[in-house]
């Protein structure tokens, strides 16, 4: 069977050995991990893509009819029950796969039900009145046995019914305008772009050179807002459907992007480039399939025989002498990891063997684009990580080696790229591997190893995420967990669909998508029936690395290799509880063609376990009581595991009419190579020591989301409102009131509010001695002559750190600003471009936000918000093996846009309770001033 097969869904015919040959595929492309092809190239996503579908779809045994025996489930890496209660996923195609089989947890059956929600249905075996310790839940339950958890004792809890997910009145919300491309969509525009423009056509599974012509990328094109609001308030027709696709063009060389459309595709259909030639510097390409193979002729010049790339049978093709400096270099490998390599080498002409004292450890290495001064080169730092044991798993984050050099990648050639800047535990830089050597031998080189890392039965546990033989919970029993006492008060107007939702709960609506390269994206925010946002989309994440080592100066612009694309299925019960609404989100990005992904977003209503609101009344008409709101939260959320870093994204809707939007950091640190006792310590200012061979650095994380409010319509007047200090003269001047301090008060200085209007689009930046409101106004008043107004209101964040004239900042110039606010155009979709381009080469920005920026108005306009967030991470020892997670986020609150609090018009919840909570106790839980009324002894 033909990987490339799986890679376009054709999974029917698939048989266990395909299985089990694949995931060897895998296994081994692994070994070619790119980081700065952010260890995941798109030859592994496709694969891993292929073997993911392989995997679920055995899992489905009765989707599929395959039932594989245990060596081949062993083979595939099947370490999950084959019974996931809930989980499905969906294959890319036009029809939804059977149902599959069911899982028993106590007096109710978890079927599998559309969008990989599970409903509750009675258990006729098991009598409904039995008593909740009659019939507990699996510990498996959540379906996720292979994910680690050290959270609490085992996954035991009281039967409980996971509550179906209530289809939505209207069967059509007119916000699915907003709706990703489907499969179809996707399929018809690959072949009319393939016959139109004569693409590179891998239907015949050929590989693709840098000097064809490829089509990498597409998403929705958003719709133009104004036909998008006239459609979706009814007074207009709907509007056209494009999509943005993205060429490399090798014949040229250059990237376009074209503009697709009207959907669904028609003789009034065009194709439409949107840049000049050349416009998009093909330097600046992004990521594509044929780039891991790219590099293996120079990076395997360099480190042949250590398995630092794949031994995918097309290695075999490749020129042998693209082999000799890596047998040059191989003793300095060893010797820094303690003999790790593999037997097999080249001495230029001919393959020999060697001992490798029988270690099983390999190599991964990753490309991180190089900052240099030249913008018409292309260049990659080529970093080492070994995988101790052959463990593939990302402990090999913490295991790095201390060799880095890079790659000039000159022209369409592969073959003629050139490496250099040979370093070798912080030293060089050497020309070529053979001057590194040298020194070496020579015995001029202060020496790096970790003598026991390739040891056969290395203890690395302490690298790993695997559960810890000896939890100090020693309680046995199950953490708190929370349910559904009457099913969900939520809806999604169609479970079943992959490429949009259109959620409602309480007074919130709401249109949900998943971007391939962005993520998770919001249109069409109402409250009580009112448009607030018309859109809140993530845009970018990027990461500024420092260091002294060959790693020291990376940046990571995130959406370059897809943070939709790298959303893995979330795991219930612990990312979202076991009650939530799971949906599949089907993603076009790169050249995997489109990917359905299982449970990739979750939905559902929280209880925080506070209130929102109360107060006790001491006395008064009614005598002491207490009056309070549950705090309830909805909540949407998904997670990308982009390289070691786990990213989750939330927006949290609440009662009062305001918003969250919180990113959480997660995963491993990215370190670098320290030989203990080495001084001077050159990495200490740049970073921390965290184990005996390893320092991870200080880098920080930039994020930016896109707030487009309309309150009480589309025109707007942006307004800052801050709070200070002085003089009651400073205060009235402020406030444009001609009046001097009263007698009555003797202090003359006290806090007071300022508020100014820009006038202008304008880049404000967090002052954490002016604390600040960015204030989106209407003309409209509420009843107390306020005019009614949205705030945005940032949590703890940085500002960017490194100064305006940066490269990276230059590049990401969203980053300079916590809050940038602009006029709302359709040709300014975006704070970066659809392709991320300015990874390489960043002091010269293919796409800047402050291109923006050009002084346009901002009173009574339609105005949009650039939002940064932005977290420092500063190493410790206690991020080893992972982080604990951290994060940073923003609100968006009404500022008298109400006559009152909104939610104290909401229903008052009713304590209601299933056999899921023991209420059988006489204790009286009355609230009075003297506490509950216990129940009197006998």
């Known amino acids: 069977m033909n990987v490339d097969d799986l890679a376009i869904g054709t999974i029917g015919t698939t048989t266990c050995a395909d299985l089990a040959d694949i995931n060897s595929d895998y296994q081994q492309l692994s070994g070619f991990r790119q980081r700065g092809l952010r260890r995941a190239a798109e030859p592994v996503i496709v694969l891993k893509q292929s ?238 399939a044929g780039a891991a193979q790219l590099f293996e002729p120079v990076v395997m010049d360099a480190c042949q025989g250590l398995r630092c790339s794949s031994q995918s049978r097309r290695l075999e093709e490749l020129p042998p002498l693209t082999y000799k400096a890596a047998y040059t270099l191989r003793d300095v490998f060893k010797n820094a990891t303690g003999g790790a390599c593999y037997g097999s080498g080249w001495n230029g002409t001919a393959k020999d063997t060697e001992s490798c004292s029988g270690t099983a450890a390999t190599f991964i290495f990753g490309g991180n684009p190089t900052l240099t001064h030249n913008t018409s080169q292309r260049v990659t730092t080529i970093t080492f990580n070994l995988q101790p044991d052959g463990d593939g798993s990302d402990a090999s984050e913490l295991f790095p080696v201390p060799i880095t050099f890079k790659v000039l990648e000159t022209g369409l050639d592969n073959t003629l790229w050139e490496t250099f800047d040979f370093v070798y535990c912080n030293q060089g830089p050497f020309e070529s591997p053979e001057d590194l050597l040298d020194a070496w031998e020579a015995g001029d080189l202060d020496i790096c190893s970790a003598p026991m890392w390739a040891s056969p039965g290395l203890d690395y546990s302490w690298a790993t995420t695997t559960p810890r033989t000896n939890p100090s919970d020693a309680s046995g029993k199950s953490g708190p967990r929370t349910y559904m006492p009457q099913g969900n008060r939520f809806t999604l107007d169609d479970p079943d669909a992959v490429t949009g939702w259109v959620v409602a709960w309480q007074s919130w609506t709401a249109h949900v998508s998943m971007r391939g390269g962005s993520g998770i994206t919001l249109h069409d925010i109402a409250y009580n029936g009112s448009r607030i946002v018309y859109e809140l989309a993530f845009q970018d994440l990027m990461v500024a690395y420092s260091g002294y080592g060959g790693f020291g100066q990376t940046m990571y612009a995130d959406t370059y290799f897809g943070i939709g694309l790298a959303t893995e299925p979330l795991r219930r019960g612990y990312d979202c509880p076991l009650y939530a609404a799971y949906v599949n989100a089907l993603i076009n990005f790169g050249e995997s063609g489109p990917l359905t992904l299982a449970d990739a977003i979750c939905m559902y209503e929280e209880d925080a376990g506070t209130t929102s609101w109360r107060h006790t009344n001491s006395d008064g008409k009614q005598g002491p009581h207490l009056d309070a709101m549950r705090k309830l939260d909805f909540v949407i959320r998904s997670v990308a595991t982009v390289g070691n870093y786990d990213y989750v994204f939330e927006i949290r809707l609440h009662q009062d009419g305001s918003i969250d939007v919180n990113n959480q950091l997660a995963g491993y640190m990215t370190s670098q190579f320290r030989q203990p006792g080495s001084e001077p310590f050159l990495e200490s200012p740049f970073g921390v020591q965290v184990q005996q061979y390893v320092v991870a650095g200080l880098h920080d994380h930039m994020m930016n989301w896109k707030v487009d409010l309309d309150v009480t319509g589309i025109n707007n007047t942006f307004v800052v409102s801050d709070v200070t200090a002085g003089s009651y003269v400073d205060a009235f001047q402020a406030a444009g009131i001609n009046a001097s301090k009263p007698g009555w008060h003797e202090w003359d200085i006290l806090k007071y509010i300022r508020t100014s209007q820009p006038g202008k689009e304008v880049g404000l930046n967090v002052d954490s001695s002016k604390p600040s409101m960015w204030m989106f106004s209407s003309m409209e008043t509420n009843a107390w002559g306020n005019n009614k107004s949205y705030a945005i209101i940032p949590g703890n964040t940085i500002p960017q750190l490194l100064p305006h004239w940066h490269p990276y900042t230059k590049a990401g110039a969203w980053t300079k600003y916590n809050i940038a606010v602009t006029q709302q155009k359709d040709s300014e979709p975006r704070s970066v471009s659809w392709g991320t381009y300015d990874i390489y080469n960043p002091q010269d920005p293919v796409w800047s936000l402050d291109n923006f920026l050009n002084g346009e108005s901002t009173d009574d306009k339609d105005l949009v918000a650039w939002v940064t967030i932005g977290a420092l991470h500063v190493p410790r020892s206690e991020d080893v093996p992972v982080i604990n997670n951290f994060g940073v986020g923003f609100s968006i609150q009404p500022r008298n846009y109400f006559d009152s609090l909104a939610s104290m018009t909401l229903a008052t919840d009713t304590d209601a309770y299933s056999a899921c909570a023991d209420t059988s106790s006489d204790e009286d839980l009355t609230w009075s001033l003297a506490g509950p009324q216990l129940p009197t002894s006998s």
């Open 51 to 288: 073997l993911l579908r392989l995997r679920y779809t055995t899992r489905r045994q009765a989707a599929t009819g395959l039932t594989c025996s245990q060596p081949y489930k062993e083979a595939a890496g099947m370490t999950i029950p084959e019974t996931l209660p809930g989980r499905r996923l969906q294959q890319s195609t036009s029809e939804a796969p059977a149902a599959g089989p069911t899982a028993a947890s106590g007096p109710y059956d978890l079927a599998s039900t559309g969008g990989g929600n599970a409903s509750a249905t009675p258990n006729p075996s098991t009598p409904a009145s039995a008593p909740p310790e009659a019939a507990t839940a699996a510990a498996t339950a959540d379906g996720n046995a292979a994910s680690t958890g050290t959270e609490d004792s085992p996954d035991t809890y009281e039967a409980c019914p996971i509550p179906e997910t209530l289809t939505g009145a209207d069967p059509a919300p007119k916000s699915h305008i907003f709706d990703q491309l489907s499969k179809e969509e996707t399929d018809a525009i690959t072949y009319f772009m393939i016959d139109n423009l004569g693409l590179f056509n891998d239907s015949g599974h050929a590989r693709a050179e840098l000097t064809d012509d490829v089509l990498t990328t597409m998403e929705l094109f958003p719709p133009l807002k104004a036909p998008a609001l006239a459609y979706m308030d009814g007074s207009g027709p709907k509007p056209d459907r494009f999509a943005i696709a993205i060429v490399l063009r090798g014949s040229i060389p250059d990237v376009q992007e074209y503009l697709v459309g009207p959907l669904p595709l028609s003789d009034a259909s065009d194709i439409i480039p949107l840049h000049a030639d050349g416009a998009i510097p093909f330097i600046k390409r992004p990521i594509s």
